[in-house]
């Protein structure tokens, strides 16, 4: 699948503004395409999350559970947002679990990629 649309969006980031093109290009190469179905857990609250994500179509739920094992939404994420961005980069464990709401198609960004970038 062409990444033009995550190479556009990362350009956008603020996080990643003022690396050359090269640099973005790489990170862009680096990610890997994911569809998750309706109802999918895209990561666990509490794993250690190894990717940035970007979500270039559909919807989340980040949500936390309670011991009594009621849900919490925190927050909907839509298309277009980038999100983790901390975790991976703090490494550690999730604070919410995020579901898909519908299908949704999601760039994943290893860490490494990240952590190349951000040594550089």
């Avoid at 975790?87 to 960004?109: D, H, M, Q």
């Amino acid at each position: 699948m062409q990444n033009h649309i995550l190479l556009k969006r990362l350009q956008d980031f603020e996080f990643l503004r003022g690396l050359d093109h090269e640099t973005m290009i790489a990170l862009a190469n680096s990610a890997m395409w994911k569809v998750f179905p309706p109802h999918a857990v895209v990561f666990w609250e509490g794993d250690t999350e190894s990717n940035l994500y970007y979500l270039q179509y559909g919807s989340l739920k980040a949500l936390r559970t309670a011991p009594d094992g009621r849900e919490q939404v925190l927050r909907f994420l839509d298309a277009g947002e980038i999100f983790n961005e901390i975790g991976v980069l703090a490494k550690r464990p999730n604070p919410v679990t995020a579901v898909a709401l519908e299908e949704s198609g999601i760039w994943l960004i290893p860490r490494h990629a990240l952590e190349e970038v951000v040594m550089k």
